[in-house]
């Protein structure tokens, strides 16, 4: 296994974060389990102070199981839609498997690519509401102080990479409005803030 490690918004996090989610899941409820029996084995009944401790350990693991049920749940972005989309946000701020979650619906993002303050995003899930997905994340980021940011999200690749190209397009020919990229800083760190 490559021990590289994978931040927020590379290619190939979600997977990542999947599988350690889940070993450290397992973990947590066999270190309960364990001090659940060595109390029984040692003090030769289940009423004593290591079952607190035991029982304690199981909110740890309560949580990440929590956590893994969202990792399980959500997706990243499969080989197929990297390769396509590989070349058209060249020069664009870009990140890979986002997954959002509202208190209606979940909205996994295979691909974002972010230039000045325009955001653009794929999502695989054709079932997808990608204009609910859209005001949800502009929501977000204006509650996050990036206001005046406008998001299209597709759920056809085609599309996406017809809007990469308007984007990368706009990129060469049109001054940023803030000069610098200090807004798609911004913009990013509120994205991956608000993502799973």
């Not at 899930?125 to 597709?154: F, N, P, W």
Request: proline share 2%; net charge positive; glycine share 10%.
């Amino acid at each position: 296994m490559d021990r590289k490690k994978i931040a927020k918004g590379q290619y190939g996090y979600i997977k990542r974060q999947r599988i350690r989610v889940c070993v450290k899941t397992f973990l947590l409820y066999a270190l309960s389990l364990s001090i659940f029996g060595i109390g029984i084995k040692v003090m030769g009944t289940k009423e004593n102070l290591l079952t607190v401790i035991a029982v304690l350990g199981c909110l740890p693991a309560g949580r990440s199981t929590v956590n893994m049920i969202m990792y399980l749940k959500a997706s990243g972005c499969s080989m197929e839609a990297k390769g396509k989309i590989n070349g058209y946000a060249d020069g664009l701020t870009e990140v890979y498997d986002m997954y959002f979650t509202s208190y209606e619906k979940n909205y996994p993002i295979s691909h974002m690519a972010v230039w000045d303050h325009v955001v653009c995003g794929y999502s695989e899930s054709r079932k997808m509401d990608t204009k609910a997905c859209a005001d949800h994340l502009e929501a977000c980021l204006k509650q996050g102080g990036c206001s005046g940011v406008a998001v299209k999200i597709y759920n056809d690749i085609e599309k996406y990479c017809e809007g990469l190209t308007n984007l990368q397009k706009q990129e060469k020919t049109m001054p940023k409005t803030d000069g610098d990229g200090n807004r798609e800083a911004e913009i990013l760190e509120n994205l991956l803030a608000i993502s799973l």
